[in-house]
């Protein structure tokens, strides 16, 4: 196929041009090379932070506009999640399968959707037309977190069977549960551990959330709520419990 | 019209226009605050560009190795990679995947390199018009007006001007509240999400590692974008590719906070492949175009590819004082600013004005701020060197030999002090002409450009050479 | 210590009286000081303007003219920076006249660099009664790292009054062939440098490279502005 024959061409072009030795008249003022050993980088350890990591993880996560809570246990948190719903005022909400089983088992939330659960398997209906119109119908979506990070406040989640990408998307509100135990202090050692678990063979989707969504697109002015969700609410359970 | 004169017309109608000036001084006044606030805050911030400087450089020293690997990585998790040499071939890529899914409606979010090839216009022609859903982007496809800036392309359109567009285009009261505005957008977008048959992407990084393409954003639209249709279609250039996922770990640490000063962007999208079995959200297919389109030559010229690590933050226009007073339009290239001088003319040969490496005081405020420490200055001198040889795009003659000439003849008379002492003696039989009342007000021809608002130097009536010689002669009167 | 001047040729033609400053302070500090007369120019305006092998020409010159410097002074950012970042690459590496060049730069000291660095003074027993304001020409800022020292010097300048300046880093528009090719933008830039010196009530904006000052002092004569512009050698030489 014609299309195809660019593969060849775009590779040969890149090789030529990696070919050629000419070395640059003057140096770079970075003064740096490939050859430069890689340098050690000492992220701040928000562990050491009073209050450990999850003060460090709240801090943050509340600095871009999420609202955080921190709970005991994984009962504490279940009515925590009642107590938002309920102040939220809200009629349909969805719950996705991590969050509605354990260890968070707040599938009984769920309302306002008489259609049967769908799984990814389902062959008789059209998955994603339902799927859509159901989480654009949520006006608030629940589902559970892999891993946060402590030293900016973010959510880590992980597209799979029982986690939904659309139910922490399309509704207004997204309730985020996460254990204090799953939260990293930062970036490296959340590589480590999704390298460690072949996170990126596992799950089609990772998806950082820090905050609400949000633009300044007009005049740099902040605006909280444009595509994404417009409020972030997450709960934070101390109770050391694998789900 | 010349691309020069074009240009030299731009940036007149750019600086006789006060309302930009001031929108531009507050835009980038603010940014600049706003990442120097988030670099203060980190205080391996050096550290983190020496690494990002160095893994870029792996990544382009190695780049065929890399593209291949991150080729294999995304095939084994269910995706399919297209190569595209040229613009038109990755447009026809993206047509092509279009036309074998039935594609009638298209939603896409932020992408520099779609605006290069100019992927909208040509997929409008072929009855395809793609939906901008990123909010800025969205706003000035709805004025049919181009970006002026690569982290807020609408920034140059007051809440007013907002207002009156969406009273035009989409029949809604005229109104200047930003916060109605953006839940118009909101509201008006979701449709389109939520019934396109293709959602197209760019992508920040590629990694080879894992065969992962990363969007980072604030508003959600990418992940829309990513997530429902049952489609997805990445256009993303060669130099995208990183080596490893780790790697993120640096880059992430400063895209977001060289961009907008946020300590990391409101989502990061990390995605693999389409979606798993088993998964209830995602596409059914992924598909990568991998853009060339003059990568390849930027890559050849040695002392130009570091250009190509690029991360595309914004920081560099944000405090150059030439973009601070003319605006990205006035460059009329896909990239403006600092790094703008650097690719477009390898990027888009046809439609760069041959100024933009000269168009610069070399004062090198952008080299400081690049998070992957480009070297952007010496970068400008090299690309000054490539106009000279003819190996890129030059002014239209006579300017192109006059200047040549007059270079030729300066050089002479510095070459040697013989030739130096009589072009001082000419210097000041010349100014003699043109000095009125002791002062140079007005120069002929080009040099006019010096006295059209400044005077000219009077040259001394001695030079050091002179005065030095008298004292050690012991022949000055006083020194 | 014998100090070898690298005036530079913007100086020599215009304003000699600022490498009669230096030598004046370099006096008073009891440095002796020479100057090698086959100076010219550092080739900085045929290389910004893309012209290599003609900067390369006058490159030679400077070479013969320093070779035997052993310690080079320059009131100058952009020259020194030329001298020292690019003029090596001009040359052919394993060449001698990379070598030479190479050499050379390192010996070559700005200003107020090599009173500050070198000499360790900071007191070069000046005196200025005004208010003066530092602008950072970008030469000397970014490309060479100079920042502290000129305004250790000027806070020993008796009886002068330093303020600060807004966005004192920012460029002042010159740019060498930028300042004719794109007048519009260098006006612009040059109005800004000029709106913050008289915002701070200053008699004179003090610099460290004199390019700079040709096009600040061009647009302030325009202006019938109160303000002067000066270079920091002129000022350290008054007593």
Same mark, same amino acid.
């Given at each position: 196929?014609?299309? &195809?024959d660019?593969?060849?061409?775009v590779?040969?072009?890149?090789?030529?041009?990696?070919?050629?030795?000419?070395?640059?008249?003057?140096?770079?003022? @970075?003064?740096?090379?490939?050859?430069?050993k890689?340098?050690?980088?000492?992220?701040?350890? =928000?562990?050491?932070? =009073?209050?450990?990591?999850?003060?460090?993880?709240?801090?943050?996560?509340e600095?871009? #506009?999420?609202?955080?809570?921190?709970?005991? @246990?994984?009962?504490?948190?279940?009515?925590?999640v009642?107590?938002i719903?309920?102040?939220?005022?809200?009629?349909r909400?969805?719950?996705s399968?991590?969050?509605?089983?354990?260890?968070?088992?707040?599938?009984?939330?769920?309302?306002?959707?008489d259609? =049967?659960?769908?799984?990814?398997?389902? #062959?008789?209906?059209?998955?994603?037309?339902?799927?859509?119109?159901?989480?654009?119908?949520a006006?608030?979506?629940?589902?559970?977190a892999?891993?946060?990070?402590a &030293?900016?406040?973010?959510?880590?989640?992980?597209? @799979?069977?029982?986690?939904?990408r659309? &139910?922490s998307?399309?509704?207004?509100?997204?309730?985020?549960?996460?254990?204090?135990?799953?939260?990293?202090p930062?970036?490296?050692?959340?590589? &480590?551990?999704? @390298?460690a678990?072949?996170?990126?063979?596992?799950?089609?989707?990772?998806?950082?959330?820090?905050? =609400?969504?949000?633009?300044a697109?007009?005049?740099?002015?902040l605006?909280?709520?444009?595509?994404?969700p417009?409020k972030?609410?997450?709960?934070?359970?101390?109770?050391?419990?694998?789900? | 019209?010349?691309l020069?004169?074009?240009?030299?017309?731009?940036?007149?109608?750019?600086?006789?226009?006060?309302?930009?000036?001031?929108?531009?001084?507050?835009v980038?006044?603010?940014?600049?605050?706003?990442?120097?606030?988030?670099?203060?805050?980190?205080?391996?911030?050096?550290?983190f560009?020496?690494?990002?400087?160095?893994?870029?450089?792996?990544?382009?020293?190695?780049?065929?190795?890399?593209?291949?690997?991150?080729?294999?990585?995304?095939?084994?998790? $269910?995706?399919?990679?297209?190569?595209? %040499?040229?613009?038109?071939?990755?447009?026809?890529?993206?047509?092509?995947?279009?036309?074998?899914?039935?594609?009638?409606?298209?939603?896409?979010?932020?992408?520099?390199?779609s605006?290069?090839?100019?992927?909208?216009?040509?997929?409008?022609?072929?009855?395809?018009?793609?939906?901008?859903?990123?909010?800025?982007?969205?706003?000035?496809?709805?004025?049919?007006?181009?970006?002026?800036?690569?982290?807020?392309?609408?920034?140059?359109?007051?809440?007013?001007?907002?207002g009156?567009?969406?009273?035009?285009?989409?029949?809604?009261?005229?109104?200047?509240?930003?916060?109605?505005?953006?839940?118009?957008?909101?509201?008006?977008?979701?449709?389109?999400f939520?019934?396109?048959?293709?959602?197209?992407?760019?992508a920040?990084?590629?990694?080879?590692?894992?065969?992962?393409?990363?969007?980072?954003?604030?508003?959600?639209n990418?992940?829309?974008t990513?997530?429902?249709?049952?489609?997805?279609?990445?256009?993303?250039?060669?130099?995208?590719?990183?080596?490893?996922?780790?790697?993120?770990?640096?880059?992430?640490?400063?895209?977001?906070?060289?961009?907008? $000063?946020?300590?990391?962007?409101?989502?990061?999208?990390?995605?693999?492949?389409?979606?798993?079995?088993?998964?209830?959200? $995602?596409?059914?297919?992924?598909?990568?175009?991998?853009?060339?389109? $003059?990568?390849?030559?930027?890559?050849?010229? %040695?002392?130009?590819?570091?250009?190509?690590?690029?991360?595309?933050?914004? %920081?560099?226009?944000?405090?150059?004082?030439?973009?601070?007073?003319?605006?990205?339009?006035?460059?009329?290239?896909?990239?403006?600013?600092?790094?703008?001088?650097?690719?477009?003319?390898?990027?888009?040969?046809?439609?760069?004005?041959?100024?933009?490496?000269?168009?610069?005081?070399?004062?090198?405020a952008?080299?400081?701020?690049?998070?992957?420490?480009?070297?952007?200055?010496?970068?400008?001198?090299?690309?000054?060197?490539?106009?000279?040889?003819?190996?890129?795009?030059d002014?239209?003659?006579?300017?192109?030999?006059?200047?040549?000439?007059?270079?030729?003849?300066?050089?002479? %008379?510095?070459?040697?002090?013989g030739?130096?002492?009589?072009?001082?003696?000419?210097?000041?039989?010349?100014?003699?002409?043109?000095?009125?009342?002791?002062?140079?007000?007005?120069?002929?021809?080009?040099?006019?450009?010096?006295?059209?608002?400044?005077?000219?130097?009077?040259?001394?009536?001695?030079?050091?050479?002179?005065?030095?010689?008298?004292?050690?002669?012991?022949?000055?009167?006083?020194? | 210590?014998?100090?070898?001047?690298?005036?530079?040729?913007?100086?020599?033609?215009?304003?000699?009286?600022?490498?009669?400053?230096?030598?004046?302070?370099?006096?008073?500090?009891?440095?002796?000081?020479?100057?090698?007369?086959?100076?010219?120019?550092?080739?900085?305006?045929?290389?910004?303007?893309?012209?290599?092998?003609?900067?390369?020409?006058?490159?030679?010159?400077?070479?013969?003219?320093?070779?035997d410097?052993?310690?080079?002074?320059? !009131?100058?950012?952009?020259?020194?920076?030329?001298?020292?970042r690019?003029?090596?690459?001009?040359?052919?590496?394993?060449?001698?006249e990379?070598?030479?060049?190479?050499?050379?730069?390192?010996?070559?000291?700005?200003?107020?660099?090599?009173?500050?660095?070198?000499?360790?003074?900071?007191?070069?027993?000046?005196?200025?009664?005004?208010?003066?304001?530092?602008?950072?020409?970008?030469?000397?800022?970014?490309?060479?790292g100079?920042?502290?020292? !000129?305004?250790?010097?000027?806070?020993?300048?008796?009886?002068?009054?330093?303020?600060?300046?807004?966005?004192?880093?920012?460029?002042?528009?010159f740019?060498?062939?930028?300042?004719?090719?794109?007048?519009?933008?260098?006006?612009?830039?040059?109005?800004?440098?000029?709106?913050n010196?008289?915002?701070?009530g200053?008699?004179?904006?003090?610099?460290?490279?004199?390019?700079?000052?040709?096009?600040?002092?061009?647009?302030?004569?325009?202006?019938?502005?109160?303000?002067?512009?000066?270079?920091?050698?002129?000022?350290?030489?008054?007593?």
């Open positions: 196929m014609a299309l &195809d660019q593969r060849d061409l590779l040969a072009r890149v090789r030529a041009a990696l070919g050629s030795r000419a070395a640059p008249a003057v140096a770079s003022r @970075s003064g740096v090379t490939s050859e430069s890689p340098l050690p980088i000492a992220f701040v350890a =928000p562990g050491a932070a =009073p209050g450990g990591m999850v003060a460090s993880f709240t801090q943050a996560a600095e871009a #506009q999420a609202m955080v809570s921190v709970v005991e @246990s994984f009962d504490a948190a279940r009515q925590r009642g107590e719903l309920a102040s939220e005022g809200v009629g909400v969805l719950v399968p991590d969050a509605a089983d354990e260890p968070w088992r707040c599938g009984s939330f769920a309302r306002g959707d259609a =049967p659960t769908i799984t990814g398997q389902d #062959q008789t209906i059209d998955v994603r037309r339902v799927r859509i119109a159901r989480a654009e119908a006006e608030v979506g629940v589902t559970a892999t891993f946060g990070l &030293d900016t406040g973010t959510l880590v989640l992980c597209a @799979s069977p029982e986690h939904h659309l &139910d998307l399309l509704p207004p509100v997204h309730v985020a549960l996460v254990q204090a135990c799953d939260l990293l930062g970036l490296p050692e959340l590589f &480590d551990r999704l @390298s678990e072949q996170g990126f063979a596992r799950h089609s989707a990772i998806t950082f959330v820090r905050g =609400p969504s949000r633009t697109d007009i005049e740099l002015t605006t909280i709520g444009v595509h994404g417009c972030l609410f997450i709960v934070v359970v101390e109770e050391v419990r694998r789900g | 019209m010349d020069h004169a074009r240009f030299v017309a731009d940036v007149r109608r750019a600086i006789d226009n006060p309302q930009l000036r001031v929108l531009l001084d507050d980038t006044g603010r940014f600049v605050e706003k990442r120097a606030a988030a670099v203060r805050a980190v205080p391996e911030w050096e550290a560009r020496d690494e990002a400087r160095r893994i870029k450089e792996e990544a382009l020293a190695h780049l065929d190795r890399h593209l291949l690997e991150f080729e294999r990585q995304v095939v084994a998790r $269910g995706g399919q990679v297209h190569w595209a %040499a040229t613009a038109d071939q990755a447009r026809r890529h993206v047509l092509a995947i279009a036309r074998a899914h039935g594609v009638a409606r298209m939603v896409k979010s932020k992408s520099m390199v605006e290069e090839v100019h992927l909208n216009e040509w997929m409008a022609a072929h009855g395809i018009a793609p939906v901008e859903t990123d909010f800025g982007e969205w706003i000035i496809q709805l004025a049919g007006e181009r970006p002026s800036h690569v982290i807020a392309p609408a920034i140059h359109k007051s809440r007013g001007d907002v009156r567009l969406f009273a035009e285009k989409l029949g809604i009261p005229e109104t200047d509240d930003i916060e109605t505005l953006t839940r118009e957008a909101r509201r008006h977008l979701r449709r389109e939520c019934s396109a048959d293709l959602g197209m992407s760019g920040n990084f590629l990694v080879a590692e894992t065969g992962t393409i990363v969007v980072v954003e604030n508003e959600g990418a992940r829309l990513t997530t429902a249709p049952p489609v997805h279609v990445v256009l993303a250039g060669i130099e995208k590719v990183i080596p490893r996922a780790a790697d993120l770990a640096v880059f992430l640490a400063l895209l977001p906070r060289s961009a907008t $000063g946020q300590p990391m962007s409101s989502y990061v999208s990390l995605m693999t492949g389409p979606r798993r079995a088993g998964e209830t959200d $995602g596409p059914d297919e992924l598909h990568v175009v991998l853009i060339d389109n $003059g990568r390849s030559r930027l890559l050849a010229d %040695a002392a130009a590819r570091e250009a190509l690590s690029c991360i595309r933050c914004g %920081a560099c226009q944000n405090v150059c004082p030439v973009y601070r007073h003319i605006g990205g339009h006035a460059y009329e290239t896909v990239y403006a600013g600092p790094i703008g001088a650097l690719v477009s003319a390898h990027l888009d040969r046809a439609g760069t004005p041959p100024d933009l490496p000269f168009a610069s005081t070399l004062c090198g952008c080299a400081d701020v690049c998070p992957v420490k480009i070297d952007i200055p010496t970068v400008l001198l090299h690309l000054r060197d490539q106009v000279m040889r003819g190996h890129l795009p002014q239209p003659l006579p300017a192109r030999w006059l200047q040549r000439l007059a270079i030729r003849a300066w050089a002479s %008379a510095m070459a040697s002090p030739r130096y002492r009589l072009a001082s003696k000419l210097l000041r039989l010349a100014t003699r002409i043109v000095v009125r009342g002791g002062r140079i007000r007005a120069l002929p021809g080009p040099f006019g450009n010096w006295t059209r608002f400044r005077d000219f130097p009077v040259p001394a009536r001695k030079t050091f050479h002179q005065l030095w010689k008298e004292r050690k002669e012991g022949t000055a009167g006083h020194v | 210590m014998r100090v070898s001047l690298f005036v530079t040729c913007l100086v020599d033609q215009f304003c000699p009286e600022v490498a009669l400053g230096v030598v004046t302070v370099l006096d008073r500090l009891g440095v002796a000081s020479d100057f090698p007369a086959g100076q010219t120019c550092c080739g900085q305006p045929a290389f910004n303007s893309g012209c290599v092998d003609e900067a390369r020409r006058v490159g030679r010159q400077f070479l013969r003219a320093f070779r410097a052993e310690v080079i002074v320059a !009131p100058s950012g952009s020259c020194l920076e030329m001298a020292q690019y003029l090596p690459s001009l040359f052919p590496p394993g060449s001698g990379r070598a030479d060049a190479e050499a050379i730069a390192g010996r070559l000291h700005e200003f107020s660099s090599f009173l500050v660095d070198v000499l360790k003074v900071t007191d070069v027993g000046a005196r200025f009664p005004h208010r003066v304001t530092y602008h950072d020409s970008c030469h000397l800022l970014r490309g060479l100079v920042r502290e020292q !000129p305004r250790r010097l000027l806070a020993a300048v008796h009886d002068l009054e330093c303020v600060p300046l807004a966005a004192s880093d920012t460029c002042c528009g740019g060498g062939t930028f300042a004719v090719k794109y007048p519009d933008i260098s006006e612009a830039m040059g109005q800004d440098k000029l709106g010196l008289a915002r701070t200053a008699e004179y904006l003090v610099a460290g490279d004199i390019s700079c000052l040709l096009h600040l002092r061009g647009m302030l004569a325009r202006q019938a502005f109160p303000a002067g512009a000066l270079h920091l050698a002129e000022l350290l030489a008054k007593e």
